[in-house]
């Protein structure tokens, strides 16, 4: 039964902006994830198995291994700020197709 406040997310979920929406955002969050998660976990991994590369000295008296822990921070403010970019084009597709179902009338009501 059809309930006139509720949005009908069922056909909601079977219109091809919807599946648009949701390939635009997996486009964006399966790759980042595996890029921050490759770099996240290569600095132990550097760590573990070439211990002596990372305990150079690069600048100063600051080795490798701080320079790459640094580098994550920076990495993560990047990913953040694309992260907002791009969901600002996920909100405007997402205003786009709820203002299409809702100025389509109801066809159950």
């Known amino acids: 039964?059809?309930?006139?406040?509720?949005?009908d997310w069922e056909a909601l979920a079977r219109l091809p902006a919807f599946h648009e929406l949701l390939a635009a955002k997996r486009?964006?969050?399966v790759p980042a994830t595996i890029f921050f998660l490759i770099y996240y976990m290569t600095l132990p991994v550097l760590i573990g198995y070439f211990p002596e590369m990372?305990?150079?000295p690069l600048v100063g008296k600051v080795?490798?291994?701080y320079l790459f822990a640094f580098s994550q921070f920076l990495m993560t403010f990047g990913m953040a700020w694309l992260y907002m970019?791009?969901?600002?084009k996920w909100d405007a597709m997402e205003h786009a197709l709820l203002a299409s179902i809702e100025s389509?009338?109801?066809?159950?009501a």
């Open 1 to 7: 039964m059809a309930n006139p406040t509720q949005p």
């Open 104 to 108: 389509k009338p109801n066809a159950n």
């Open 85 to 88: 970019r791009t969901a600002r």
């Open 27 to 29: 486009r964006f969050i």
């Open 63 to 65: 080795n490798g291994a």
């Open 54 to 56: 990372m305990k150079q």
